[in-house]
Structure formats: C-alpha cells, structure tokens
C-alpha cells in the first residue's frame, strides 16, 4: 500500500490511536479524514449523545432475530445504512453476536439468540444490508462477552471445542459475509485480555481470513507492549495513553515489531478506501449528511418488523385476533402501555423523534365510538424522570424547555443553550469545554396537578438543587462504579419532596461540578405525586371489568434491562403479575402483551386467554401492536431462546465471576442443548411460536447418504389448516445419540420460512451445511465429520418436532 511509505512511526502510532471518543486521527498527508463511529444496534445515535439529534429506533435483536427473516434483517440493515450517511457516520458499532448464555444477562436484549447458527444467519444479513450501503458492520464482542458483572475484567473459561462450535460460530459466519470491522470485547478468555489475545491471530485473521480492522472496546486497550503485538489494529477512543508515543517507543526499541504496526495501518487504510474516506479535498472534513426524511415508507418498514418479531406465545379460545367491529369498551392497562419502552439501556439507546406507545397504537386503529380506558395498575420505575419541556419555560426566553449553561472556575459562560428536557448527557453542539468546571440548569416549573412532587438530580459530584432560590439539596455524589455505561448513561441521583398546589409555579435551578473522570451527566427530574398502590390496582380492575376485551402491558424497561449490570431476578418488576392476576380474573378475554427485551416468568400464563411477547419493538411498536390485535396482521415471530417456568430451572444462571472466572461448566449444552440435557421442559422452547395459522407436518424428504463437506437440501410438505393465510418456519434438527464425541441431544441444523394460503399445502426446501455435521477436533485442530447415521427431526419449534429420517454419513 503506497500510502504506507508516506508516514513515519510516530504518525503510524498515532494513526492507530484513535483521534477523539467516537473518530479516529486524520492525516492530511494522505488526504485520509477522521473515520466516524456509531453506537448501534438499534439506530445511529452519531458522535453526541443528544435527545435534539434524534435517530430511529428499530426493535431490538432479540426482535429481529425472533422473526427468523433474514432479508427482512437486511433490509433493515440498509436503513440503518441510510441513517448512518444522514449522521456522517462510517462505522457502525454493530451487531453484538454473543449468545444468549443466561437468561439474566443484562445486556440479552442486544444479542440475538441462544443457537449460533441462528445468530449467525441473521448477524450476517444484518451486516450484508449495513455494508450494501457503504457503511461498516462491526462484529462484536468478540468473544465469550456473555455477562455485565465484571465485565470489564472477568476471565472466561471455554474449552476449544465450546469456543469453536458455540461462541466463535457466528463471528465466523460476519467473516464469510464479509464483515469490515470486528471489535475485541473487555473480559479475558482463558487468562487473556481480548486486546491481547492470540484469538485476533488465529482463528480470525488466519484460518478465516479476516482482512478488516479489529478494533478495541472503549478503553480496553490497557497495555502497549502485549496489545502492541496482538492482533487489536486500533485502539479506541483516543488518543489512547498506551498507543500513540508509547507505542512508537516500543517499535523503536524492538519488542513491538514494526510490520506488526504496518499491518495495523494498512488495515486501517483499507477501512478508509471502503468507505470513501482517502483523499478528499479535505482531509479534516466530515462525509457529507445526507437527509432521509422519516417518511411513510420507513415507518412502515419498522411497523413491519416490530410485527414480524412479535411472538404470539398462547392462544387458547383463539382470542386473537380480536374483532374490532364488536367492540364498545377496550380497557388497556400496565405500566408498560402509555409510556412506550422500546429499547434497553446503555450505549445502544438512541433518542427516537417520536414514538408509538401500545396506548396511542390501539386508539389509532379504533374507530371514535370505541371507549378505550387506561389505567397503570402498577408502577416499576426506579430511577427519577427528566424533565419534560411540556410542563416547564425557560427561565429567560418563557419558550418551553430549560436553560443549560456550562461554566468555567470564575463563573464565566463557555457555552450555553436551550434544552428540551433536563436530561443533559453532553452539549448538542461540539465545542470546547477543557475549562469546564460548572454545568446549571434552570427553568420554570408549572405544576399540572396538587400534591407532594418529587424532584431529584441525577449525577456526580457536587450537586445543587434550588427552588425559587432556597436550597434543597447540598451534597457531594460519589461514584458506585467505575463501569462507562454507569458513569455516562445511569450515575446515581438523590431525590428531595415539595408540596406545590394545581399550577403552582417555581424557578428551579440544579448545578453540579464536573470532575472529568466523573463524565458530565447531569438531569433535573420532576415525578408527580403517587397515589397509594392498592387505588391504582383497583382502578385498573375496574376497568377490566367494564370492558369487552382488555390489553395488559407489563414487563421491563431500560432500567431492568441495560448494559452495565446483570439481571438479579427474572421476575416482573413491581406488582405487574397480581395485575395480570386481578384483571384475568375479572374479565376472561385478557390478552396480555410482554415488553420486555429478554426472558420473564409468567406465572400467570395458564390464566389468561392469549399471550403475546412483543420485545422492545422500536418506535412503531404501538401501531404493530395494534395491527397484531386487530387482524391486520400475524404475529411472524419464534423464539430466539427458550423461555423458563422457574428462574432456577435455567440450565445456566451464573453471570457472577468467583475470584474474577466465570467458568462456561456448561460446554456446548448452552441454551435449549442445556434444556435438553437437563430433562426440565421450559415454559416456552426455542422456535417456538404460534402466528395465526394451524400447521400441519405432513412428509420429510432426506438424502439417505450425503458426502461430507457437501450441502444438502431437505424437502418438509406442510399444510395451513387455519382460516387465514400465513408463514410458517420450518425448523431442521440433527441427533446423533450413538456417537464419539459429547454432543448436545440435538442442535439446530437449517431452517426456513414459508406461506400458505387457507387449506393450501406447501413443500419448503431447507439447506444444510456441511458443518452441521462435523465437530471440532481439538486433537487434530480442524473440523471433523464422524461418519455413520444422523437422525434428522424437522418440526416448528425444538420441543415439537413430528417429522423424522435418517442420514447417512460417509
């Protein structure tokens, strides 16, 4: 690469460690420009984290990859590929391609299964549709990334054969497809910080051939010497303490060899020429955006796939879907149904220009004569709510909104602005804040009901609060971690009361000081008075009881659900399961619909008429919902995962490090394997799912013997016996009980989707892979396929599976 041989080794070092928090370094010389980074995966936030700079908000994995619909991923892909270039962004830091391990892992919502050939299949077209737009996919974290607790440091222990067959398979299946980037994870493996791991070496750039840049999780680049020699090419963000100058200083005094620095650059190089980003007029400049206006085509897209994902779970009495012209009273109650929850926490949440809450989608879709009563039930918030501009005016301009000011250590201003909310993550402009030593925020708060009013401050540090200039709160915030996501998304906060009467006004101003390894966070927040729990429980019953039908909405939010922090209980949170108790047993035609980006229990789920698990559906979750209801479409979705009756029947629940390991015992048996070796039955298996149609399997063709390392085709005859047309997914499993080598009892080999008409009998063709046959050899270091005979099971989900044959191997 002749570029190479223009930089010298300190601009080499300095290329490769990274130029700011979200960009790399620019090199004039070149006419290379700083290459932009995005969080992912469910829209592009871009370089700010900013509620005035809003994104799409798509619905989450578990979503996508529930609708087993790879060119519906793909197309969502390309949107994101679109929003990527309106935001001037070229890398998108996505998909997350760890497995569901365990059901509490808190950051499963951004993972999309438990199998890895089903992870792979869809990380893969989610990557294709990305890059199709000139965009980077980035594969991460790779790898055995499947726990918060500790995260930062935990050791995971995977024998080879697990690593190979489980955790590294869908990494390896974003290389077939041709991912550009891949990102090196915090935790070690085997003793081995991932920035330092010879993982980066073999398989991935060796075996697999992987010719893009491996890029470091934020700040795990912790070493020069050893990170210097592994296969990480860039570290990130920058400039990063250990790269840069030290990295030059240990190429020059030789325990860095440089070719393994040129192999960084070059790597990095070729990112560059992928995506537009050599030799432009100006090598400081950003890609241009690009406007793509949210129009109807787009919201029907992400109405499509919050649809398609959703899994309809329980249907007894076909209660679904309803029928809206016999309706006069819908009753729609939880705390999950107004406030619409659409994504998890943590560096994956964007801010959505607007949203459709499974309240407003059921209004929407209702004609006016129809009376549709709301009522919470319950309440599960645990962190206090920003300010919104509806009910507070700038303090100087009377515009809705706040005024958020940053000062230095004289008072002096350094930049100020007018806010929408209280929430202030960061500036929604850039500019220069090295002398900040002061954030405040004011407004004018009108009380829209009497009552004793909670206001709170979230951040850290010094923290002050005042109303109409007496001061309420006074006190010093110290950190609980020293996690970036708790930092910089969720610190502490404190909370003081006021009593305020029906549109009381009062000036309310927050400050706090800024230390820089404290972040910048700060938001006023205002919750209005509660009334007593038992009052909200009765008044939903109520309702219930009123009503024709009644829609109950629990389940988690970004709070329960978040990067930073594992799940302690997989219970709904508050008192949502007496709701859904209380109201089943007033009205009988009760559906219930689960929010929630990962596994619940649902000791409820024999009570109600149907069941309905719709994930965090993204923006246009309401409007899906309400076409599921009403008919207008079927629900698409299978399980990504198996669900649990009781939290402890999970066949892996430890996300908790013993002296800083987290041993994966387990070994292949992850997720329904872990089932089927256990003899426990969940309440719900993988693939399972069961739309609007009724299915039946008719006939499984095979090959009798087939030839190793080749693909083969299954042929599955189904029938829709159901009164409507609809898709099904056709499910392929492999068992091979005799046998050498410890398998899992069966594993998932192909599946695919298909349609039928009422009546209408379907033959579906399924491809298997060679690897679907072969295991790991940690003896020979390569893959091998045990001759003899596989028992082939084909069925709509793991637990049902009516179909056999047999194939010979060999």
């Avoid at 926490?345 to 989608?361: E, R």
């Avoid at 915030?477 to 969720?490: A, E, I, Q």
């Avoid at 000791?603 to 899906?624: D, I, S, Y």
């Amino acid at each position: 690469m002749a570029q190479l041989a223009a930089l010298d080794l300190e601009d080499k070092a300095r290329l490769v460690s990274g130029g700011g928090t979200f960009r790399t370094s620019a090199e004039p010389a070149l006419g290379l420009r700083p290459i932009i980074t995005s969080d992912g995966p469910v829209g592009v936030r871009g370089e700010r984290w900013d509620e005035a700079d809003t994104a799409l908000a798509l619905p989450s994995p578990t979503a996508m990859a529930a609708s087993w619909d790879e060119d519906l991923v793909h197309r969502l892909g390309e949107l994101l590929a679109r929003e990527a270039r309106r935001k001037g962004v070229d890398v998108l830091l996505a998909p997350t391609l760890n497995l569901h391990r365990s059901p509490v892992a808190g950051r499963h919502f951004e993972c999309f299964s438990e199998d890895p050939l089903l992870t792979g299949r869809i990380g893969a077209a989610y990557i294709s549709g990305v890059q199709s737009g000139g965009v980077a996919a980035t594969a991460k974290h790779y790898v055995a990334n499947e726990s918060e607790t500790q995260r930062l440091t935990v050791d995971a222990r995977v024998d080879e054969r697990t690593l190979r067959e489980v955790y590294l398979a869908p990494f390896e299946a974003a290389v077939r497809a041709g991912v550009w980037v891949v990102m090196s994870a915090y935790n070690q493996v085997n003793g081995e910080p991932m920035c330092e791991s010879s993982l980066l070496t073999e398989p991935l750039k060796g075996e697999w051939g992987f010719e893009g840049v491996v890029v470091s999780d934020w700040g795990a680049v912790q070493s020069t010497t050893r990170s210097g020699r592994a296969g990480v090419d860039l570290a990130m963000p920058g400039p990063n303490e250990h790269w840069g100058a030290a990295l030059a200083a240990a190429v020059r005094d030789g325990v860095v060899p440089e070719p393994l620095l040129d192999d960084k650059v070059r790597r990095l190089l070729r990112l560059a020429e992928r995506l537009g980003a050599l030799e432009r007029r100006s090598a400081s400049a950003r890609p241009p955006r690009q406007p793509t206006p949210v129009d109807a085509a787009t919201r029907g897209l992400l109405r499509q796939a919050a649809a398609a994902g959703a899994v309809l779970l329980s249907n007894s009495g076909t209660l679904l879907p309803l029928d809206s012209r016999a309706l006069r009273r819908v009753a729609v109650l939880g705390p999950n149904a107004a406030v619409a929850r659409v994504q998890g926490g943590g560096s994956a949440a964007v801010f959505p220009g607007a949203v459709v809450s499974p309240l407003d989608g059921i209004r929407a879709a209702l004609s006016a004569d129809v009376q549709v009563g709301y009522a919470s039930g319950v309440r599960t918030a645990l962190r206090p709510t920003p300010l919104e501009r509806a009910h507070c005016r700038h303090p100087v301009t009377g515009e809705p909104g706040l005024l958020a000011r940053y000062l230095d250590t004289a008072g002096e201003e350094l930049h100020v602005e007018h806010r929408l909310s209280g929430r202030i993550l960061e500036p929604s402009v850039a500019t220069d804040l090295s002398a900040l030593a002061t954030i405040e925020v004011s407004t004018v708060f009108r009380a829209p009901a009497p009552g004793r009013w909670r206001l709170g401050v979230i951040g850290l540090g010094h923290l002050l609060l005042m109303a109409d200039g007496q001061v309420l709160l006074d006190a010093y915030v110290t950190p609980d971690s020293d996690d970036p996501t708790y930092l910089h998304v969720s610190p502490s906060f404190r909370q003081v009361e006021v009593d305020l009467t029906v549109n009381q006004e009062v000036a309310l101003l927050v400050r706090r000081t800024v230390e820089a390894k404290h972040g910048r966070v700060l938001s006023l927040a205002v919750d209005p008075p509660q009334a007593p729990l038992d009052a909200e429980l009765a008044a939903a019953v109520e309702l219930a009881r009123a009503a024709d039908a009644v829609v109950v909405v629990v389940g988690t939010t970004d709070e329960h659900e978040s990067e930073g922090f594992d799940r302690t209980s997989l219970e709904l949170p508050g008192e949502q399961n007496a709701l859904v108790t209380a109201v089943a047993a007033a009205n009988p035609a009760t559906v219930v619909i689960v929010n929630s980006g990962g596994p619940v229990l649902m000791p409820w789920r024999n009570e109600v008429a149907a069941t309905l698990l719709g994930w965090f559906p993204g923006q246009e979750g309401g409007g899906a919902l309400a076409d599921i209801l009403f008919g207008r479409t079927e629900p698409g979705g299978r399980l990504p995962t198996s669900w649990p009756v009781r939290q402890q029947d999970a066949p892996v629940l430890d996300t908790q490090p013993q002296n800083g390991v987290l041993a994966y015992r387990e070994g292949v048996h992850v997720g329904y394997r872990g089932w089927l070796r256990s003899g426990t039955e969940p309440a719900y298996w993988f693939g399972h799912g069961l739309g609007y149609g009724r299915w039946e399997y008719l006939a499984v063709d095979a090959p009798g013997h087939v030839t190793p390392g080749a693909e083969w085709t299954v042929r599955v005859t189904l029938r829709n016996h159901g009164p409507r047309s609809s898709r099904e997914v056709a499910q392929l499993y492999l068992a091979r009980p005799e046998s050498a080598v410890e398998r899992p009892v069966r594993w998932l080999a192909g599946f695919a989707a298909v349609r039928a008409e009422p009546g209408e009998e379907v033959e579906v063709h399924i491809p298997v892979s060679p690897r679907a046959l072969q295991h790991w050899s940690v003896e020979h270091q390569h893959w091998l396929a045990e001759p003899g005979t596989f028992t082939l099971l084909a069925g709509p989900s793991c637990g049902v599976l009516p179909l056999t044959a047999t194939v010979e191997l060999g």
